[in-house]
């Protein structure tokens, strides 16, 4: 599944809004509005939201 699936799917099961899983997550508030207008995340990008996902819902 891409980047923003996932993202959106946990911003769904945990209710947290966008903005503040940006800001937690890699530092950028804008991340998730970003990601729906067509920002392509690199691969170090990737593995930080991977990162913060699997901590948050392990």
């Given at each position: 599944?891409?980047?923003?699936?996932?993202?959106?799917?946990?911003?769904?099961?945990?209710?947290?809004?966008?903005?503040?899983?940006?800001?937690?997550?890699?530092?950028?508030?804008?991340?998730?509005?970003?990601?729906?207008?067509g920002?392509?995340p690199?691969?170090?990008?990737?593995?930080?939201v991977?990162?913060?996902?699997?901590?948050?819902?392990?």
């Amino acid at each position: 599944m891409e980047l923003l699936g996932v993202i959106e799917r946990y911003l769904k099961d945990s209710q947290m809004p966008e903005t503040k899983f940006g800001r937690l997550a890699v530092n950028d508030p804008r991340l998730v509005s970003d990601l729906r207008k067509g920002r392509e995340p690199g691969p170090s990008m990737i593995e930080r939201v991977t990162r913060f996902i699997a901590g948050k819902t392990a």
